[in-house]
């Protein structure tokens, strides 16, 4: 797509939608498989129960139908959709699966590629389709975060099976040139503290012919310190936003809802106490679907979003934080 229109300066939030799985694993059902109980994983996460995808939900199918719901909320001509972007750590083809969701939809228009950010990657393809938007170069962009972790958890890993499950979630949003509802945003890495939760390759070495090596492609299972990435939440969460609020004036008064990448609830109960955020600001989902990864900001957006609790001109202060170790805030206005 070539520039659209230069006078663009904000943008307008137009849709949601999400998707999940029918398959529900309960916390009784995982302690059939693990040593752990209903009573503790409550206790230490207040996750009940999760998704797991079936052979249909792919990140693809799951992808596409979260924006599909998206773009219908949004009242949208496929044909006028300029962008698509898939915040994924597990797609359904290393190459990218954002293109074959463009093409399930049927949006011919739309240029479409996959981002990786893990937990993070919602909010920074949120953040990256703002700047094209605000940028002039597209009208239309639908941003979708789709990830399916049961295929890469290691089910016989007490300390961590038990917080991931599987869902899609996506925005539509427009540009402007009236307004501007995405507010601002930080975001920021640390590659050095990385170890802390990997999904590495496995690779395996083989030969292509005589003297010449090769390394077959694979993943090995999530490997997490969970005691280090909730320190590194606990405390980076709340700074982030803080200087964030600070730095676009807003006092933690004004905002309507906490939106967190749902880890646990221990720490979104803490990052709100230091914010001094109460508790029936807090959005939380994570008690129905656990760490959905890059899919549970959107998830969480269009739950409350489609159950009137987020209304029209709402201040969200989101941020999603994870492996990498990567972690964002973005403040936004609903509508
Ligand atoms: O998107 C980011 C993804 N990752 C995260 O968000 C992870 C953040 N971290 C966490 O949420 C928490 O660290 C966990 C929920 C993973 C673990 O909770 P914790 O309170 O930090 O537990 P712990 O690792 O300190 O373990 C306490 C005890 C240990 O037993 P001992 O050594 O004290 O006897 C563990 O072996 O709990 C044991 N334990 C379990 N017991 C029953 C660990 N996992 C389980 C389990 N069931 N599933």
């Not at 597990?90 to 949006?107: E, N, R, V, Y």
Request: charge should be negative; include cysteine.
């Amino acid at each position: 797509m070539e520039g659209i229109n230069f006078n663009q300066i904000g943008v307008s939030f137009k849709g949601s939608g999400s998707y999940v799985p029918d398959q529900i694993l309960t916390n009784q059902k995982i302690s059939q498989k693990v040593d752990t109980s209903n009573e503790w994983i409550q206790s230490r996460t207040g996750i009940s129960e999760r998704r797991i995808s079936s052979v249909k939900d792919n990140v693809n199918e799951m992808g596409y139908q979260a924006a599909l719901t998206a773009i219908e909320m949004a009242n949208w001509d496929i044909n006028t959709i300029d962008l698509i972007i898939l915040a994924t750590s597990t797609p359904h083809d290393l190459f990218g699966s954002a293109p074959s969701i463009q093409a399930k939809l049927g949006a011919a228009n739309a240029v479409a590629f996959d981002l990786t950010a893990a937990c993070s990657g919602f909010l920074f393809a949120l953040i990256t389709a703002s700047k094209f938007l605000k940028g002039g170069s597209f009208k239309r962009a639908v941003v979708i975060g789709a990830d399916q972790l049961s295929s890469f958890v290691d089910w016989n890993d007490r300390r961590s099976c038990i917080l991931f499950g599987d869902g899609a979630g996506a925005l539509a949003i427009e540009a402007t040139n009236e307004f501007d509802n995405f507010i601002g945003f930080d975001m920021r890495t640390d590659g050095g503290r990385g170890s802390f939760l990997n999904l590495p390759s496995k690779n395996k070495k083989d030969s292509i012919v005589d003297e010449i090596d090769f390394l077959s492609g694979g993943f090995s299972e999530i490997q997490m310190n969970g005691q280090e990435v909730y320190k590194f939440a606990v405390k980076e969460v709340p700074l982030i936003l803080e200087k964030l609020l600070k730095k676009m004036k807003y006092n933690s008064d004004q905002v309507d809802w906490l939106l967190l990448h749902q880890a646990n609830q221990r720490i979104l109960d803490s990052v709100g106490e230091r914010l001094k955020i109460p508790k029936e600001k807090i959005l939380s989902n994570l008690e129905k679907y656990g760490n959905t990864s890059a899919a549970t900001i959107p998830l969480m957006m269009d739950e409350a979003v489609r159950d009137y609790r987020i209304k029209q001109n709402d201040i969200i202060a989101t941020s999603g934080f994870g492996a990498g170790l990567s972690w964002g805030a973005a403040l936004i206005k609903w509508g």
